[in-house]
C-alpha cells in the first residue's frame, strides 16, 4: 500500500466518509426520537378520545371524538409501522 499514489486522497475520503456517516446516524437516531414522541403522543390522543365516548354525550360531540380517535388510531399505527 505504501507505493499507492493515490493512498493519501483515498484515506482522505474514507475519514471524510466516516465524518459524514457520524453525522448521518445522528440525525437518524434524533429524528426516531421525534417519531417516537409523535407516536405517543398519537397514542395519547386516541386514549383519550376513546375514554371520553364512552360517556353519555351528544351525537355531535361523540361523532368528533370518533373522528379523533380514528385519525390518532391511523397516524399511530403509520408511525408504529403498521399501517
Known sequence: MSNCPNCPALQAE???LQVENALLLNEVQ??????TALA???Y???QDAAAKMQKH???AEWAF???KYEV???????LRGEG
Do not use: D, E, F
Open 72 to 78: 390518532a388510531s391511523s397516524v399511530y399505527n403509520t
Open 30 to 35: 434524533r429524528l426516531r426520537k421525534i417519531l
Open 40 to 42: 405517543q403522543s398519537c
Open 14 to 16: 474514507v475519514s471524510r
Open 65 to 67: 371524538l370518533k373522528g
Open 57 to 59: 354525550m351528544p351525537r
Open 44 to 46: 395519547s390522543i386516541a
